[in-house]
């Protein structure tokens, strides 16, 4: 761990009548498998612990039954992920029995609720806490087998759990905000960004490996680089100041799709529109504004939650007629009325978004708005999370519609037996719709072809080629 780390690990000493947990051949490599759940933040560290697991010499594998041990990246950011986690915990120690415990759960009275449900778990660790969890791999899993690069090959860009068209780059870790519904930086810390050097490096490496789609990820993408004061750093033989505009500039020449996600509206993403409707990075801004009325973000402690996002919205798409705006939202604050919802529903219908998520609240254990007076009952939550997906599918809809005979160039993600499944500019892999071509059984994953929008849903597209 670096030293800005406060990720602290709780590892179980082995007993001084324990051998190693498997009883390997000399030259054998120890066999880990891997549970990777959460945010694409999380999956970036699975990557990493598994490249550097390979690095050491152990083998991957699929099945609990092929494991010698096996590792869960968990998710604490909500009660039902948490849940998630603890479930996959549970399976992995009934169906092998040695497991580690790594990522966001493993901090605090999440740790403890861990060890309380499976006290027979192997370590305990941390989000980020790269080394910690690699570190008691080896404690727990000796391996004698030394890593040759000639015979057990590891690509330069390290492992993936994506497909090999598209990559998330991340940028930065842990978050300044004090935002009183969500405790990431309890759990991951404060900001500390990267320097631009070393993400346009990895980016360089994951490029030259096939990657046609660069999704940058962070907490708050929009703050890159001010924990480092936007200090200048150097990626082939030129300066590149460590700031967001900078970043975005130099990712725009690589010739691949750059997607932004978890990006505030501060102003100065204002600086970032140009270079979309000049078709350097894609015109695409995942943006979680979480309410629209002043009260309900104001008792969130909202970044930007002074902006006029309407204004802001109507400001970009004048220079970028072609951006989409992707968010999410919060129903059932502590304190928000009927009033402040439809303040909300009001705001859907004005900003016209293109994709939109939404959440009941959830009292998140540790989160200062469970302390807020006038919960809103689990059945208005529900009732108004409901009228808001209905208002949006609408929306959403309607935006589709409007792409009906229209050419998108696609990136395609699956080829079956009936067709293509793809992705326009306007979606990100996961979360966002899909465009089927009906008969394109020839083409492959990463190909960009031409479609024309035969028709459209609340969510997806179907067209053919060009």
């Known amino acids: 761990m670096t030293e800005n780390s406060t990720v602290q690990s709780s590892v179980k000493p082995i007993p001084a009548t324990s051998s190693a947990i498997s009883n390997q051949d000399q030259d054998s490599a120890g066999r880990v498998g891997f549970i990777s759940l959460g945010c694409p933040k999380a999956l970036v560290d699975s990557e990493r612990i598994l490249t ?18 096996v590792v869960v990246n968990t998710c604490g950011f909500i009660d039902s992920a948490k849940q998630e986690s603890l479930d996959a915990i549970n399976e992995a120690m009934k169906e092998n029995g040695k497991v580690i415990v790594t990522g966001c759960m493993g901090k605090g009275k999440d740790a403890e609720t861990i060890l309380e449900q499976n006290p ?56 300044n905000h004090k935002c009183t519904f969500c405790i990431i930086p309890d759990m991951r ?48 033989g030129r300066p590149v100041k460590t700031r967001m505009l900078e970043l975005c500039e130099v990712l725009g020449e690589m010739g691949v ?47 930007a939650a002074a902006e006029n996002n309407l204004e802001r919205i109507k400001a970009w798409r004048k220079i970028c007629p072609e951006l989409t705006i992707r968010s999410t939202f919060i129903v059932g604050f502590p304190g928000e009325t009927d009033e402040d919802f439809q303040l909300l529903l009001e705001f859907l219908e004005e900003a016209q ?26 059945v208005v939550k529900e009732a108004r999370q409901k009228h808001f997906m209905e208002t949006q599918a609408i929306i959403s809809a309607k935006r589709l519609q409007a792409k ?31 465009v ?6 020839h083409l492959s994953p990463g190909d960009f072809v031409q479609v024309e929008i035969e028709e459209a849903d609340e969510y997806d597209l179907w067209g053919h080629l060009v």
């Open 257 to 303: 799709w750059v997607r932004l996600h978890y990006v505030y509206p501060y102003p100065h993403v204002d600086e970032i529109i140009p270079l979309m409707a000049q078709g350097k990075i894609l015109p695409y801004l995942d943006i979680p504004l979480q309410h629209a009325s002043p009260k309900i973000l104001k008792a969130m402690k909202r970044p």
């Open 52 to 69: 550097q697991l390979k690095l050491d010499g152990y083998d991957v594998v699929p099945s609990y039954n092929d494991a010698d041990v």
């Open 436 to 441: 089927f071509i009906d008969g394109a059984t």
């Open 353 to 378: 978004l293109d994709r939109v998520g939404c959440f009941t609240y959830s009292a998140v254990d540790g989160a200062k708005a469970n302390e807020l007076a006038d919960p809103v009952p689990e």
């Open 189 to 236: 810390g404060r900001l500390v960004s990267r320097p631009a050097g070393d993400v346009l490096a990895e980016a360089e490496r994951l490029v030259a490996a096939g990657t046609k789609e660069l999704l940058v990820i962070s907490q708050d993408t929009s703050a890159y680089g001010l924990d480092l004061k936007y200090r200048t750093s150097f990626w082939d």
């Open 404 to 434: 009906v005979g229209s050419i998108q160039t696609v990136l395609i993600d699956e080829v079956t037996a009936e067709g293509a499944v793809a992705r326009t500019m306007a979606d990100a892999p996961e979360i966002d719709g899909c």
């Open 120 to 175: 027979d778990v192997l370590a305990v660790t941390g989000p980020q806490a790269y080394e910690d969890v690699v570190g008691a791999v080896h404690e727990w899993l000796p391996t004698t087998k030394v890593h040759n690069p000639h015979i057990d090959l590891v690509p330069e860009q390290g492992v993936k759990l994506t497909p090999r068209h598209y990559s998330y780059l991340k940028i930065s870790e842990g978050c």
